[in-house]
């Protein structure tokens, strides 16, 4: 769901529904009180919440065309929807996990995502593709295509377009330029690592570098996070014991 639109069209019974079009794992789909368990080719109503456990992948798609892709341990409550002629619009709210949003990709102009993300911030777009991560402290989200709006209560703030990306830690917020990932330099497996200094090669257009350290590939959960603005980072005793691993991100504040 992350490299292109879902590969099956499946046509809906009613013009407001959902409809399971790929699903990998277990997805749990909670309304009024009941749960049960989502099977492909199903359909759904736009007011319940969909959760995922930590192996687990799925992807809805909505008679416009728009798409909602989770992956990992997430859920989202799905609000309302409605894809009439005159009238398109998804509400949902983002609880936690990894998604990809692909909303109006046929480019009406007269469908609206909103999309509240918690903390009182609120994300409003016509047609884009948006990829988002929520835990409990941090909210982070990137603009492939189209262009965002960020609210916080009733004040509109920001806009953010193409090759933007958001990161909210605890309230406060900032506006990255995505940039390319630097090439590794360094080798770093081993118990110990033999190079206790991680080096990449620098890039002209960043402004500083993000070091992050996880117990898994997924990097659901971020164990270590740190900001440099040189191309090596020295490993120290601030760091968990056990299997880590690594990835470092150019960043360039806007």
């Excluded at 257009?205 to 270590?224: G, H």
């Amino acid at each position: 769901y992350v490299n292109g639109p879902p590969s099956k069209r499946i046509a809906s019974t009613r013009w407001d529904q959902f409809a399971v079009v790929d699903l990998v794992g277990t997805a749990i789909y909670s309304v009024d009180a009941k749960r049960k368990k989502l099977q492909i080719k199903e359909q759904i109503d736009p007011r319940g919440t969909v959760t995922l456990d930590s192996k687990s992948q799925l992807t809805l798609r909505a008679p416009d065309g728009s798409t909602i892709g989770m992956r990992g341990t997430s859920s989202i409550a799905l609000n309302s929807a409605r894809f009439s002629n005159v009238n398109k619009k998804i509400e949902a709210n983002l609880h936690y996990g990894e998604f990809v949003i692909r909303h109006d990709p046929s480019r009406s102009r007269r469908s609206k995502l909103q999309l509240s993300l918690g903390d009182r911030q609120t994300l409003s777009a016509g047609s884009a593709t948006i990829r988002l991560a929520k835990d409990k402290n941090q909210i982070w989200l990137a603009i492939d295509q189209g262009h965002v709006q960020i609210s916080v209560g009733k004040v509109s703030g920001l806009t953010l377009g193409q090759g933007q990306s958001y990161l909210s830690v605890n309230g406060a917020t900032s506006v990255w330029r995505q940039l390319e990932a630097p090439l590794v330099e360094t080798q770093t497996t081993g118990h110990p690592p033999k190079d206790k200094t991680l080096k990449w090669k620098s890039n002209p257009n960043a402004a500083a570098y993000r070091v992050e350290f996880s117990t898994d590939t997924t990097f659901a959960v971020t164990v270590f996070s740190k900001m440099t603005t040189g191309n090596e980072f020295q490993l120290d005793d601030d760091l968990p014991s056990g299997t880590l691993f690594w990835r470092v991100s150019p960043v360039d504040e806007r």
